[in-house]
């Protein structure tokens, strides 16, 4: 892969990262709700999901994946029902100061990990975006294991530094909702994002569809 080429890579993935998804509100509300720290295990778990769903195009399936009707419809619907549900999570979540004085744990790192793993996997216009994104940028007459490699790391790379700056962003405004009305509106605030994300995916089709 030319250098060049990488770099128009790059900016279409800052481009790509930067633009807010299910991934950035899930980033934030970890970030308020439990601390900059905390949310670094949700960041890793989109990370997760994003070299899943990087492996599966590198494999094919992700081709076959947008390909498929079936297979779209399941896994787009999996993912609207999994965003529209920790929407109504966070808008039900009770107001508890202690989260902020450590008196009461917040939810253990892993969970938050495998949270944002779902939220990525179940959530097929990444796939569909990759499957239409890396043949653009590989090289035929080159070995495409590595290229593909080069373009997922370079990804990922891009989506923790993007995460992590949403993350502190979010951070810095945990202190301005320490107080029961502030914490329930931005639960709302929340959720109701959950729940927007959930049914823009739902309005997402299948490229040629």
């Known amino acids: 892969m030319d250098f060049h080429v990488w770099l128009t890579y790059l900016a279409a993935c800052i481009v790509i990262s930067v633009s807010p998804g ?15 720290r905390r949310a670094i295990a949700s960041i890793l778990g989109l990370q997760g999901g ?23 419809m399941l ?15 966070k808008w039900r979540a009770p107001v508890n100061y202690a989260v902020s004085t450590h008196d009461v744990e917040p939810p253990p790192a892993g ?3 495998w949270q944002a793993v779902i939220v990525n996997i179940t959530n097929p216009k990444a796939i569909v975006f990759l499957v239409a994104l890396f043949p653009q940028f590989l090289d035929p007459q080159r070995a ?20 992590c700056g ?3 962003l979010a951070g810095a405004l945990r202190r301005f909702v320490q107080d029961a009305r502030r914490m329930r509106l931005q639960n ?3 959720g109701s994002l959950f729940v927007g994300a959930g049914l823009l995916l739902a309005s997402v089709r299948r490229q040629g569809a």
């Open 50 to 72: 994003l070299i899943v769903n990087t492996l599966l195009v590198g494999v094919g399936l992700g081709a076959l994946i947008a390909a498929s009707a079936t297979a779209f």
């Open 22 to 36: 299910a991934g950035a509100v899930n980033t934030m509300s970890n970030a308020i709700s439990y601390g900059r």
């Open 166 to 168: 949403y993350a502190t």
């Open 75 to 89: 896994i787009k619907f999996a993912g609207v029902a999994y965003l529209i549900w920790l929407g109504v999570q």
């Open 111 to 113: 969970r938050l990990f």
């Open 144 to 163: 495409q294991l590595p290229q593909v490699l080069i373009l997922g790391a370079t990804l990922v790379g891009v989506d923790i530094i993007v995460m």
């Open 188 to 190: 709302r605030i929340f």
